[in-house]
């Protein structure tokens, strides 16, 4: 089955640790990106990935990295200097960024971070 | 810049009774539509979208929506609704292309059903 994996389901970090979150997608996408979801606010945009080996900030990259060395993979990073992570994270693919328009994103199931 | 306004953040229905959640959108020019509906702790599933063409634009699991330009809005309709249509759902807006294509999502609609 084509899709997108994220993993872990749920992840604790402790104040201080950097921790990574993985996405994986076997849809063959260009395009990747990583969206932070709280209570009523929505999805807002952290990264996104156009093609293998670029990337660009979203509205709310302060505190989080990324990386695209591979095509079918974009992990995220929260690091420390994110202030406040408890979110769910969700991570989308599309066939490519669309030169005339948005094309339609596809999700993973998701993470939910907790800082202890 | 583009926003997405879902003045409901919460609705209440009845099962077998009609459905409309509203989105309304801020854009200049044709703006490319869509909605998705989130079961808790899931990931998002596209329910349908709107780029050009027929102003009606049906969906999966019997849902509709329709553009209406000059209301900028894309509200989602659906004549009767079954139990399993609870959760929350997103209306979203693009535009353009490249990075200018990144979609601006709506802070959701929760939707509850009552048996």
């Known amino acids: 089955d084509g899709g997108i994996t994220q993993s872990p389901k749920y992840l604790f970090r402790k104040e201080g640790q950097n921790v990574t979150l993985s996405c994986e997608q076997n849809?063959?996408?260009?395009?990747m990106y990583w969206y932070r979801q709280d209570p009523g606010q929505g999805l807002r945009l952290i990264y996104y990935?156009?093609?293998?080996?670029?990337?660009q900030k979203g509205d709310i990259a302060e505190g989080y990295s990324v990386s695209r060395e591979k095509k079918e993979s974009f992990p995220l990073t929260v690091t420390s200097a994110q202030k406040n992570p408890t979110a769910f994270y969700l991570c989308?693919?599309?066939?490519?960024?669309?030169?005339?328009?948005?094309?339609?994103?596809?999700f993973g199931p998701g993470t939910r971070l907790t800082v202890l | 810049a583009q926003s997405v306004t879902q003045p409901d953040i919460h609705i209440t229905v009845s099962e077998g009774a009609s459905l409309e959640l509203r989105c309304n959108y801020s854009?200049?020019?044709?703006?490319?539509l869509f909605w998705y509906v989130q079961s808790p702790g899931q990931g998002l599933q596209l329910l349908l979208k709107?780029?050009?063409?027929?102003?009606l634009v049906q969906g999966i699991k019997g849902f509709e929506a329709e553009f209406k330009r000059s209301q900028s809005s894309f509200n989602l309709r659906k004549p009767s609704v079954h139990w399993s249509d609870a959760a929350e759902y997103f209306c979203?807006?693009?535009?353009?292309?490249?990075?200018?294509?990144?979609?601006?999502f709506g802070k959701g609609t929760k939707l509850s059903v009552k048996p």
């Open positions: 989308a693919s599309s066939i490519d960024q669309g030169l005339a328009g948005p094309n339609e994103q596809f």
């Open positions: 849809l063959n996408h260009d395009a």
């Open positions: 990935s156009q093609i293998v080996n670029d990337f």
């Open positions: 854009y200049g020019a044709t703006p490319y």
């Open positions: 709107y780029f050009s063409g027929d102003t």
């Open positions: 979203a807006v693009g535009a353009g292309g490249g990075s200018q294509g990144n979609l601006i």
